[in-house]
């Protein structure tokens, strides 16, 4: 019937096997890549975006900061497992400012992984041509350490690494 021949067309999906441990394929490094720390999202209004996040989804939401060395006003959203973090232009400038000239509505921006030792990451990555947007580390929204990697090395999408 139907149900028989659905099931033998049916696509597979190939799986790991259970004798490799996922982990036997990670190469070695001097480095670990740690937990999500944040989400960023460039917004064109910065006030409705605080105001969605706190008064109509009920999040806990920072206060505005200026990091004018980044060219951006930053808030933070607190999630329960991670943060959003909301940018905003400061100065024409900014690169959220030719972000938004792009994306007019705003949308995602970056992402940002923590890491136990950005410099050597640093090095590791530069070694196997992943392209750093800094020649050094510049210190972040969280006063620590940030470096980003080139969107094109990373599928299309601006990766921040953070000192955890």
């Not at 890549?33 to 969605?52: E, T, W, Y």
């Not at 939401?61 to 940018?87: D, I, R």
Request: with cysteine; charged share 20%; aromatic share 4%.
């Amino acid at each position: 019937g139907l149900l028989s021949r659905w099931q033998t067309s049916a696509p597979t999906i190939p799986t790991l096997s259970s004798s490799k441990s996922f982990s036997q394929n990670i190469p070695s490094c001097l480095w670990k890549l740690g937990r999500l720390n944040h989400v960023a999202i460039a917004v064109p209004d910065l006030k409705k975006a605080q105001s969605l996040y706190k008064d109509v989804l009920g999040a806990q939401v920072s206060e505005t900061v200026a990091l004018p060395e980044h060219g951006v006003y930053t808030v933070f959203v607190e999630l329960g497992n991670t943060k959003l973090e909301l940018l905003h232009p400061l100065g024409e400038k900014s690169p959220i400012a030719s972000f938004l000239q792009k994306n007019k509505t705003g949308g995602m921006h970056h992402i940002c992984i923590e890491v136990d030792d950005i410099k050597a990451a640093m090095t590791e990555l530069k070694k196997k041509n992943i392209r750093i947007l800094s020649e050094e580390p510049k210190i972040g929204a969280h006063g620590k350490p940030v470096i980003f990697l080139h969107p094109k090395d990373c599928h299309g999408v601006l990766v921040e690494l953070e000192q955890a």
